[in-house]
């Protein structure tokens, strides 16, 4: 199975301050026909899992600019360029190159 | 518009059978993905078992290979998931969720989930 690992529990952000969120995975990523198959998502209090980019670093319908991605082969990076209360919550990176899915083990931001 | 809506999750004795439920509106599960994962409290998500669109594809994750079952019936789109053998460890909230594309099991749109508690 890929392992994907996000090394960071935890981080505290002050609002209209940058936010730096790393995922590795244990196999590259990368798809023969030339897509990168990461995702990241959050998991808001009390929500289900929402989808905020798709293959590396494009923003799902509906997403604030303010969130990034970027990175390729094993690892990928999610930045929020200026973090708001409302961006509070476990950012989940997920590879779904082969089965199972998996995800990395989620990084919570909380916001100062 | 999308929506999923999961049911039959409670509480359920160890070694027990459970069936839950995803009824879909806004899109029909004959051409789509769809996928069950779970959220351990205080844990991360897990990734369970995904029925492709023409049904014919199926994958589980080890963890519950050989004793949970996915399925759908389209003509009431809805999707299922079968819970034999049930152990404490499979305490979780469930949910279902939608591929993002056709090339991609990845999820776009998840229901709000619904708590399976397994006593042992």
Same mark, same amino acid.
């Given at each position: 199975?890929?392992?994907?690992?996000?090394?960071?529990?935890?981080?505290?952000?002050?609002? !209209?301050?940058?936010?730096?969120?790393?995922? #590795?995975? =244990?196999?590259?990523?990368?798809?023969?026909? *030339?897509?990168? +198959?990461?995702?990241?998502?959050?998991?808001?209090?009390?929500?289900?899992?929402?989808?905020?980019?798709?293959?590396?670093?494009?923003?799902?319908?509906?997403?604030?600019?303010?969130?990034?991605?970027? !990175?390729?082969?094993?690892?990928?990076?999610? #930045?929020? =360029?200026?973090?708001?209360?409302?961006?509070? *919550?476990?950012? +989940?990176?997920?590879?779904?190159?082969?089965?199972?899915?998996?995800?990395?083990?989620?990084?919570?931001?909380?916001?100062? | 518009?999308?929506?999923?809506?999961?049911?039959?999750?409670?509480?359920?004795?160890?070694?027990?059978?459970?069936?839950?439920?995803?009824?879909?509106?806004?899109?029909?599960?004959?051409?789509?993905?769809?996928?069950?994962?779970?959220?351990?409290?205080?844990?991360?998500?897990?990734?369970?078992?995904?029925?492709?669109?023409?049904?014919?594809?199926?994958?589980?994750?080890?963890?519950?290979?050989?004793?949970?079952?996915?399925?759908?019936?389209?003509?009431?789109?809805?999707?299922?998931?079968?819970?034999?053998?049930?152990?404490?460890?499979?305490?979780?909230?469930?949910?279902?969720?939608?591929?993002?594309?056709?090339?991609?099991?990845?999820?776009?749109?998840?229901?709000?989930?619904?708590?399976?508690?397994?006593?042992?």
């Amino acid at each position: 199975d890929i392992v994907m690992t996000q090394t960071r529990p935890s981080l505290s952000v002050t609002p !209209g301050q940058p936010a730096s969120i790393s995922c #590795k995975s =244990s196999q590259s990523l990368l798809h023969r026909n *030339g897509n990168t +198959y990461l995702y990241w998502y959050v998991q808001k209090p009390g929500q289900a899992p929402q989808l905020l980019l798709y293959e590396v670093s494009n923003r799902f319908s509906g997403v604030p600019e303010r969130f990034s991605g970027s !990175g390729s082969g094993t690892d990928f990076t999610l #930045k929020i =360029s200026r973090a708001e209360a409302e961006d509070v *919550g476990i950012y +989940y990176c997920m590879q779904t190159l082969e089965f199972p899915l998996t995800f990395g083990g989620g990084t919570k931001v909380e916001i100062k | 518009e999308v929506q999923l809506l999961e049911s039959g999750g409670g509480l359920v004795q160890s070694g027990g059978s459970l069936r839950l439920s995803c009824a879909a509106s806004g899109f029909t599960l004959s051409g789509n993905t769809m996928s069950w994962v779970r959220h351990v409290p205080g844990k991360g998500l897990e990734w369970l078992s995904r029925i492709s669109g023409s049904g014919d594809g199926i994958s589980y994750a080890d963890s519950v290979r050989g004793r949970f079952t996915i399925s759908r019936d389209t003509s009431k789109n809805t999707l299922y998931l079968q819970m034999n053998s049930l152990r404490a460890e499979d305490t979780a909230v469930y949910y279902c969720a939608k591929a993002h594309t056709t090339l991609v099991t990845a999820p776009d749109y998840w229901g709000q989930g619904t708590l399976v508690t397994v006593s042992s």
